[in-house]
């Protein structure tokens, strides 16, 4: 493996982050999806009250990959981190990377005090899958994860707004 550094994100690395985040929704045959902005990125990762948290990883001064994660609350577990995205550019997978950058999630989640991490893969990416088992992750077949988009909110409401 080539020397990787894993740190925690700044501001000046939103570009790549979004760079990465769009490889990432083209690999999972959506491109078109990405509506998050560069100053976005900066404003919820970096400004006065941060939405996320974020590790990249970097070879020869370029970043390769990235952990992105918040915070969330289980009602039975108590304060947890959702790992929303991990991704490494598809040019360096297999290299460690990824679990270099599973494992400073892992630790941070554990030094916080968390009592669960999670986070979603989709059904048909089973090297991600594969590799998350291999880690000691379980995979949930019996859950469904339940999204409403923007559109359907606003559908929702004119819908159930009325006469409230």
Known sequence: MKTTLIRPAQAS???HILALINE??????APDEVEVTVPELIQDGFGEHPK?????AEVKEQIVGMALFYPSYST???KSWHLEDLIVTES???QGI???LLKEFILFAQAS?????????????TPAIDFYQKHGATILEEWNITLMSKG????FIAEHHAGI
Request: glycine residues 10%; hydrophobic residues 55%.
């Open 13 to 15: 690395d939103a570009v």
């Open 98 to 100: 990824g679990f270099a």
């Open 76 to 78: 039975w577990k108590g």
């Open 52 to 56: 996320f948290k974020c590790f990249v």
């Open 113 to 125: 005090g968390v009592r669960r991490i999670q986070w979603v893969v989709l059904n048909w990416n």
């Open 24 to 29: 990432l929704a083209a690999f999972e045959r």
């Open 152 to 155: 359907a909110m606003n559908h």
């Open 92 to 94: 360096m997978r297999g």
